[in-house]
């Protein structure tokens, strides 16, 4: 263990903002969908770096990040429904095309 | 200064594969490309789970991420034909987006990581200490019967309930 905590941290905090990038400035309504798993994965990253680095003897950590993962699998099944059934009604899955609630 | 080593190597290799898939998600044209563009990231993160000894999350992350969520993607991309009509990837305001994330990096590197976890930092940026649970002790937590049944049988439920909704969603109504 010779790598410091902080490149954890960096690495994970360019790959959240990317995805931050990702989620504010894509159209296509799965791309953004796959920002937003980038986005989970490093915080996961984030969440086992502290457990690893902080406290390893203590299980807490593990099992924090196996619900982010939960998290993230009925996140996917949700968003994706949606996005289908928004195509199936408006032939589109460009998010600007979604403005039935536009006032 | 850093040692190169084996772990450090692994790591390198590892955070290249993680920030370089990511910069293809989010840049290329083709979302199919994208997908597996994000696979290639994820599989830099189940990387930094075994060299962080989490080696069943990284187990998990390779099954749940890479298995389920980016294959349901591409059947996501594949279902609604997204690739043909998309003359701009991108919005209007994607500049500013841009700015957004780059800001934000820096925010959180200047101001959170560098000075607390930093060499000579608030906090040790070296482990605890090398006495690290295991995989056996993250089942006993979870079914065990003392610490996490609950939340993990909630877990279940939502799970349960997610796939339901997907379900109930996505069921074209005429049939």
Redesign the interface.
Known sequence: MTVPLWMYLLVAAAVFCIGVYGVLSRRNAVAILMSVELMLSAVNVNLIAFWRYGAPSDIAGQVFASFVFVIAAAEAAVGLAIIIAVYRSRRSVVVEDVNLLRG | M??L?A??LA?FVF?IL??GG??G??TSRN?IH??VY?II??FG?AG??I????P??AA??VL??IG??AI??I???M??R?MT??A????R??W???L???L??LM??VGV??PV???G?LL??????????TTD??GA??VGGE??VL?FEV?SL??T???I???V??R?TEA
């Open positions: 850093l040692e080593n772990t450090t790591f955070a993680s920030v990511a910069l998600v989010v979302l994208g997908a994000l990231s994820l993160g930094f789970f060299l962080l000894s989490a069943f999350l998990v992350q749940v991420y389920a969520i349901l993607i059947f996501a991309v279902l609604t997204s009509n998309m701009e990837v991108v919005n305001q994607w500013l987006s841009a957004v994330g780059a934000l990096l959180l590197a990581i560098f976890w930093g060499d930092g040790p940026n070296q482990p605890v200490s090398d006495q690290v649970a002790e993250l937590a979870f610490d996490y939340p877990a939502l799970l309930g997610a796939m909704g997907a379900i969603l996505a074209d």
